[in-house]
């Protein structure tokens, strides 16, 4: 083989990671005070970001939903956008007691003067026998909100403490419904965040001390990954100024911001220590600038394909997703900052001492590392002498464990079960077992006359769809104009309806416009808004009443909305967009890993692995939550689907996630590539210098997305225990099993690409030069073509 070009040749200088890293090691106290000024206003802002929180919303741009809610806040005079239930129930009084009437009667009288309630229906009203329970001891008010969901969810912890004030003589009162539930499940997972975070810190610290050895070492990356959140936290605070951020985000950003942050930090501190043991007569400056050259830019590219990755998402036309990719790549781009300059600066100030406070029994590692004799040289070894029995074996339990991903199964659940001890999580639950489980959050259909105001044949059109709808078997009651207007006028038409509104009372002004030309209708299912049973119902009105209804009248148009059209809608929407993100994502990753390893198999393979490791975690998600067999273990009660938004979420996030993996590892192996030119000798060294750390940083990842399992909110389960899977059998399976055999195998070809296409490329190097080698390394002669294909050679001089 001919002689190999240097990584060194032809380079002018230092590159510009390692001018900054030299930098910022040198000029400590300038980047530290920066950064405290950042740390401060970050600090102040966090309140900002968790204020603006709002519940999962499910809106898609441009969706029939989004129709209908628009013209519900566009027409209506009292712009009601939410209907709500007051749950009154009680285990002594009939709802008949006068102290029961009293404390219904207070409740009504403290909704009315609360901000954002539009409307309310007294139990005790002509017409208003259906809001109390066949066994007499429970009474339903229900209220419609108004303003955007942001609004709403602030508004319904307000109503809910005044309502507390009413209550009593036995009597419960309780708030239900969509947004009463999101705040509800926004309160509970505050406390489960702050738990899983104190779990997860305190294990991760345990593993950088079994990895690094030393208190120094081990506590960079933990102070730097609270330090990268934090700052995080604040950024999205200061964005909440002009957007709100799905409650989902800071759950997202707590997981990843914690696990990347460490180890990002993890890497990079693990090759300074490993600089430092090779050449200790450099100035600081110099090995910091050095080990940024090489492992920071590796750090870099990573989360620039983590930051693509999730770019993706903004192929999905829904507000959610728009929501969680923002605040993932501002969290992201807040880490690689942190990595880029303020871990450079932590590394020239400790200097040597970052060796310093040993661990008892860990000092050896500390002081005399040897990678390329670990256990981890000799395993690589075993699966290169066995490529096709072990990386079978391990190819073939990925393919069995995402055999369940055939079944998999979305949905969408309101997350009662959550905040099954709050207010809203008890009404709910009241509500389902007394009335009809549909009642707290109805389908609300919203007809438009393209004529005007509804004349005869517009009113005669709403009541034949009013009556089409309740006779359908999963309907348990229809809220409609023509309804109304038989009980006050013993007739509905065009003129009566006309009569009424002028003489109207409040109780038109909440279904109908005040020009009389848009009216809605509310439907009570007999299933839960989260079941298969009323998205069914959604999908038989948009595909059968309505359209016979606009046949039939000639000039109305139905369009249909509330929290079951909004997962109808979005399910759909996934359903469009997935394609689109995994092409956008497949191909720049390729594209990506193509400038940086300069290889078509590499970069191919790469994303066959990461492949691998999602189908394999999606599998396992699916057995676990969807098919239940996880309930005991992990305290749930399955609904038979995931949640709506999670596959793909976890799945631009996995993929990022499992690519940094691949940076680092094949990074690594083409240093000692470009310095030998001998395959097996830089698999082998390569996953021996890198197997220990990327062991401790999965077991940090799966530690940390771990902690989240024992929160109450069933989606941060799912993603906890989708990412913490994933990294697991990414760091085991993919990288120190299937990795080393598919290279073995593969040979000098995992390193060809095109001459063509070399040249036309843009030039991308993660290595900045050789790896550092222990003294007597360095004149190693690079390996022939011959030596590098033998079999048994490069084994034994890797031993």
């Not at 919303?57 to 712009?79: H, I, Y």
């Not at 180890?263 to 910091?288: H, K, M, N, S």
């Not at 990755?309 to 959610?320: D, I, K, Q």
Request: net charge negative.
């Amino acid at each position: 083989m001919p002689p190999r070009t240097s990584p060194d040749e032809g380079r002018s200088g230092p590159t510009l990671l390692h001018r900054l890293g030299a930098w910022c090691a040198t000029h400590v106290w300038r980047v530290l005070l920066a950064w405290l000024v950042v740390l401060v206003v970050g600090g102040a802002l966090v309140p900002k970001f968790t204020d603006s929180l709002t519940g999962s919303s499910l809106t898609v741009r441009g969706s029939e939903s989004a129709r209908a809610e628009k013209l519900m806040k566009e027409e209506f005079d009292n712009a009601v956008t939410e209907d709500v239930v007051v749950v009154f129930d009680s285990a002594t009084r009939s709802a008949r007691d006068a102290e029961f009437r009293d404390v219904v009667r207070r409740g009504v009288a403290e909704l009315r003067e609360q901000s954002g309630v539009a409307s309310v229906e007294d139990p005790y009203a002509a017409g208003g026998e259906q809001q109390i329970a066949a066994d007499g001891r429970t009474a339903l008010v229900l209220a419609g909100l108004t303003g955007d969901e942001r609004k709403r969810q602030k508004t319904a912890p307000d109503i809910q403490k005044a309502l507390d004030r009413v209550e009593g003589d036995g009597v419960d009162v309780m708030l239900t419904g969509s947004s009463a539930l999101n705040a509800a499940v926004i309160e509970q997972q505050d406390k489960d965040l702050a738990r899983a975070e104190t779990i997860g810190l305190s294990i991760a610290l345990v593993v950088l001390l079994i990895a690094f050895g030393t208190l120094v070492a081990a506590g960079l990356p933990l102070l730097l990954g609270v330090a990268a959140l934090m700052t995080s936290f604040g950024a999205l605070g200061a964005l909440s100024y002009v957007t709100t951020f799905d409650t989902f985000v800071q759950a997202i950003v707590t997981m990843l911001g914690l696990a990347l942050g460490i180890d990002y930090c993890l890497f990079i501190v693990t090759r300074q220590r490993e600089e430092l043991q090779a050449r200790p007569e450099r100035p600081i400056g110099e090995t910091v600038g050095a080990t940024m050259a090489t492992a920071g830019k590796a750090v870099l590219f990573s989360g620039c394909t983590v930051l693509i990755s999730v770019a993706g998402l903004f192929l999905v036309r829904s507000p959610v997703f728009w929501s969680m990719a923002f605040g993932v790549m501002v969290a992201v781009a807040v880490m690689l900052t942190v990595a880029m300059t303020l871990l450079p600066a932590m590394l020239g100030l400790c200097g040597t001492r970052i060796n310093r406070l040993a661990v008892p029994g860990l000092r050896r590692s500390v002081n005399h590392p040897d990678p390329e004799h670990s256990v981890w040289a000799r395993w690589t070894r075993a699966v290169m002498r066995r490529p096709v029995l072990i990386g079978g074996a391990a190819v073939l339990a990925l393919g069995a464990a995402a055999v369940p991903v055939t079944d998999l199964k979305l949905g969408f659940d309101v997350g009662a079960g959550a905040v099954a001890d709050a207010p809203a999580g008890k009404g709910y639950d009241i509500v389902s077992e007394k009335f009809a489980p549909g009642a707290a959050v109805p389908v609300q259909i919203v007809v438009t006359s393209d004529n005007g105001a509804f004349d005869d044949k517009g009113v005669a059109a709403l009541e034949r769809l009013t009556k089409t709808v309740k006779d359908n078997k999963q309907v348990d009651g229809v809220l409609s104009v023509t309804d109304l207007l038989k009980e006050k006028a013993g007739r509905s038409d065009g003129a009566t309806l006309q009569a009424a509104l002028k003489e109207d009372d409040g109780a038109l002004s909440r279904i109908v416009s005040s020009r009389g030309d848009v009216t809605m209708l509310t439907v009570f299912s007999k299933a839960a808004p989260d079941s298969d049973e009323t998205s069914g119902l959604v999908r038989w009105i948009r595909d059968t009443a309505a359209p016979e209804a606009e046949r039939g009248a000639g000039g109305i148009t139905v369009t249909t909305g509330g929290l079951t059209a909004q997962t109808v809608d979005v399910a759909e929407e996934i359903n469009r967009a997935t394609p689109w993100v995994l092409c956008a994502i497949l191909g720049l990753s390729f594209l990506l890993l193509l400038l940086a390893f300069r290889s078509l198999l590499l970069a191919f393979s790469a994303i066959l692995m990461n492949l691998l490791s999602v189908g394999a975690a999606f599998g396992l998600l699916t057995w676990v939550f969807q098919q239940g067999a996880g309930e005991a273990l992990f305290d749930f009660s399955s609904r038979g689907f995931i949640q709506a938004y999670l596959p793909l979420l976890t799945f631009v996030v996995l993929f990022g996630l499992s690519m940094d993996y691949e940076v680092f590892i094949i990074s690594r192996m083409k240093e000692e590539w470009d310095r030998t030119g001998d395959n097996l000798r830089a698999v082998s060294v390569g996953t021996a210098h890198t197997a220990k750390v990327i062991t401790a940083a999965a077991a940090i990842m799966v530690v940390v997305f771990a902690a989240f399992m024992i929160t109450r909110v069933v989606e941060l389960k799912q993603m906890g225990f989708a990412l913490a899977v994933a990294v697991l059998v990414d760091a085991t399976l993919i990288r120190v099993v299937v990795v080393p055999a598919a290279m073995r195998l593969a040979g000098p070809a995992n390193w060809w690409m095109p001459r063509w296409l070399d040249r036309a490329l843009p030039r991308v190097e993660l290595t900045e030069g050789p790896s550092p080698m222990p003294s007597g390394e360095e004149d190693r002669p690079r390996a022939s073509e011959r030596e590098a294909t033998a079999p048994s050679g490069p084994a034994r001089s890797a031993d």
